[in-house]
């Protein structure tokens, strides 16, 4: 379990909670919701085709989500920022999705510059917080 809340895990906790919205979301609004939740255009998440390639990438971010979960509440900080670093791949993605099929402005630079906050925060050991990152790193 977690040993308590600090304002430096609100990275890792926004990262579980929102990788974890189409765990909730799809199943009550169905997957043309989630698509337009997450920000792609009419033009695709109209088509019901789209849907099952939807859901099957979601699953693997959800599990993402739930990973993250896991980590924090038993207190594994490392792993938390480890995760978090690999948010700079889901933002580079995203941004080349965004920027070809979406809002090129708003959505694709959004995702890319959060992104890349995200993925500093974990590589600084943000959540871990500074004494222990630093343990971490030393032979």
Same mark, same amino acid.
């Given at each position: 379990m977690s040993k308590r809340f @600090? #304002? +430096?895990h609100i990275p890792a906790l926004y990262f579980a909670f929102a990788n974890c919205v189409g765990l909730v979301l799809a199943p009550l609004r169905g997957s043309r919701a989630v698509i337009e939740l997450? /920000? !792609?255009?009419?033009? #695709? @998440?109209s088509v019901p085709e789209t849907w099952p390639v939807w859901q099957a990438g979601q699953g +693997?971010? #959800?599990l993402l989500g739930l990973m993250m979960h896991y980590f924090?509440?038993?207190g594994q900080y490392a792993e938390c920022d480890a995760l978090l670093m690999g948010v700079a791949f !889901? /933002?580079?993605n995203d941004f080349f999705v965004f920027f070809y099929q979406g809002?090129? !402005? !708003?959505w694709a630079w959004t995702r890319i510059l959060f992104s890349v $906050?995200? $993925?500093? %925060?974990?590589?600084?050991g943000l959540t871990q /917080? +500074? /004494?222990? %990152?630093q343990k971490a790193k030393a032979p």
């Open positions: @600090s #304002i +430096r997450y /920000g !792609l255009p009419p033009s #695709i @998440s +693997r971010t #959800i924090y509440w038993r !889901l /933002g580079i809002e090129k !402005l !708003l $906050a995200f $993925a500093s %925060a974990g590589y600084f /917080g +500074r /004494g222990r %990152a």
